[in-house]
């Protein structure tokens, strides 16, 4: 084989890299660091369950029981087009979105609402404010910059550079 042959298989071989195996790799990475940030943000205002939370509306939520903080989760990455790879972030608990984006729940009937653990009464609505987590996450993953080097770092260790 010849040098310039050789140029070209190495090249044909980056290519094939920079096209599926190397973008694969950067979103894992960038959803890797989105959830240790999400995780993190989770884990700031420990409290008892059934005492207030130490953290003002507007902040993230207190952490309880650590369920929201575990449940923090990827989806397998996807391709989602030429060279470009997919892959979601998030929780399925179903107070998970009531946090983020807060909430008011209501009885459906004529009985007050109540926690059946404490037996606390809130009367026949409760307002839940909004206790973003994830939109925290994701900005300081951006504007710290990890994000991009996650990114980069998977990038270029796939290529070998």
Known sequence: MNAAQEVADRLRAIAAKVESAAPKASVQALSRAGETMAKLTLSTGA??????????????????????????????????????WSQALGSVIIYAAVQEHGATISSKGTYPLRNAKTGQVFGQSVTIPARPWMKPAVERLISSGLGQK???TA?????GL
């Open 47 to 84: 409290h008892a369950a059934g005492t207030p939370t130490p953290n003002p509306p507007g902040g993230p939520p207190g952490l309880i029981s650590g369920a929201l903080r575990r449940s923090v989760a990827r989806t397998p990455a996807v391709p989602s087009g030429p060279a470009t």
């Open 150 to 152: 996650a990114a980069i």
């Open 155 to 159: 990038f270029e260790a796939v290529l």
